[in-house]
């Protein structure tokens, strides 16, 4: 009959639920208390062209250490604050710091490459989202593709009207938008019969596969089809030669990962320019 009980009704006093939650609400408490203390920093990554490994652009990640937790993981606490209050403070946090850099960029270079964010399926999917962002980019006088917005392939599937809405808004006034980890959410053929954005990132479990027979045939297949809707490619967590090398034979065009470039403080990415 113990046995039996296990596993139903009882969650609450499993230890391992209970140390789940409590973590769960210290980041949530330290990351309020981060977000007002402005603790939190964006690094950038570079990008690069497969074909000469020249520098295309960069994609802003958040990095977050606190006193107590020490350094936090945003694929942990990015999930935290979406299941909390704190989603969307926290992205229009990383956006108003991510904009500041990229002022700071367009000011004092000439070339301006572009600087992708990566926006939670909540915000992205919220009525006000689009016109907020495009009324940032007026205010402090920047150009549409001094940005490129990453989503996730959640954003797409789940059909949301205000989403589809916010994309469409965006993309008519020259925001680019890229589905990011591309292959990893509950992709369906028919979703990519009407794939309405600028640019697939082949997430890296795919490109870690790269080298096999079957993995190169999943690469191989993604590139081709984007080519033929005229979208671009980014090959994901490069880390080999080898994966280089492979990628560049089957014609991607734009590739990140520690073998270029890891994430670095923003204004050491920008001085590669
Ligand atoms: P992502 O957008 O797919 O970002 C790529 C992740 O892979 C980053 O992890 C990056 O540091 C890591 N990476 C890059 N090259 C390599 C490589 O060659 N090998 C390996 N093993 N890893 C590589 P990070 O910074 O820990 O971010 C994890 C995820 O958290 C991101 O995945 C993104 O989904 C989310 N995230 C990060 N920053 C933000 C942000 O500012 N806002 C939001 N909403 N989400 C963010
Ligand atoms: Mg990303
Ligand atoms: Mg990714
Ligand atoms: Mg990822």
Not at 2 to 26: C, I, N, S, W, Y
Not at 72 to 88: H, K
Not at 114 to 130: L, S, Y
Request: some cysteine.
């Amino acid at each position: 009959i113990a046995g039996k009980r296990r596993g139903t009704g009882v969650a609450f006093f499993d230890p391992e639920h209970q140390r789940a939650m409590q973590r769960r609400l210290d980041i949530e408490q330290r990351l309020k208390d981060a977000l007002q203390n402005d603790n939190i920093e964006i690094f950038l990554q570079p990008k690069y062209t497969v074909e000469d490994s020249r520098l295309s652009g960069f994609e802003a990640l958040v990095r977050w250490t606190d006193s107590d937790l020490g350094r936090v993981f945003p694929d942990e606490f990015v999930a935290v604050a979406e299941q909390s209050s704190l989603g969307f403070e926290l992205d229009k946090y990383v956006i108003g710091v991510f904009l500041n850099i990229v002022q700071e960029n367009a000011a004092n270079n000439r070339k301006v490459l572009p600087i992708a964010v990566n926006i939670t399926a909540n915000h992205f999917a919220d009525t006000g989202f689009g016109v907020f962002l495009l009324n940032e980019l007026t205010k402090r006088d920047l150009h549409p593709s001094a940005i490129e917005l990453e989503i996730t392939e959640g954003v797409i599937m789940e059909r949301s009207r205000t989403a589809y809405e916010n994309l469409a808004l965006l993309r008519e006034n020259g925001i680019r938008i890229a589905i990011d980890d591309f292959g990893t959410g509950y992709s369906s053929l028919s979703y990519l019969r009407n794939l309405e954005v600028d640019e697939l990132k082949i997430d890296r479990s795919f490109i870690e596969e790269v080298l096999t027979a079957h993995g190169s045939a999943l690469v191989q297949s993604v590139i081709q089809i984007a080519k033929a809707f005229g979208i671009t490619v980014v090959a994901e967590g490069v880390e080999t030669e080898d994966q280089l090398n492979a990628l560049r034979s089957m014609g991607c065009d734009y590739c990140q990962g520690y073998l270029l470039a890891r994430p670095m403080p923003a204004a050491q990415a920008l001085s590669l320019l």
